[in-house]
């Protein structure tokens, strides 16, 4: 148990857990799909962000959302 807590409290877990780091990753998810994305608390400290498409994601949970922009579409 306390190698677990150890892990869980090194620098680079810190940076992987990050908002930062979720924030690029949902930008690169709503790239690949073409749709966009939400970066959601979990509430688990060992994974206290997930990426999701925001059609998948509870309101009360999202912490940012990644839009996509269909270049397409005519500007408003």
Do not use: F, W
Not at 32 to 59: F, H, I, M, S
């Amino acid at each position: 148990m306390q190698s677990r807590r150890k892990a869980a409290g090194s620098p680079l877990r810190a940076r992987l857990c990050s908002i930062e780091n979720a924030n690029r990753l949902a930008v690169q998810v709503a790239d690949a799909a073409a749709r966009d994305a939400v970066v959601v608390r979990t509430g688990n400290p060992d994974q206290p962000y997930r990426v999701l498409l925001a059609n998948c994601a509870d309101e009360r949970d999202i912490v940012s959302r990644t839009l996509t922009c269909d270049a397409a579409a005519p500007a408003d």
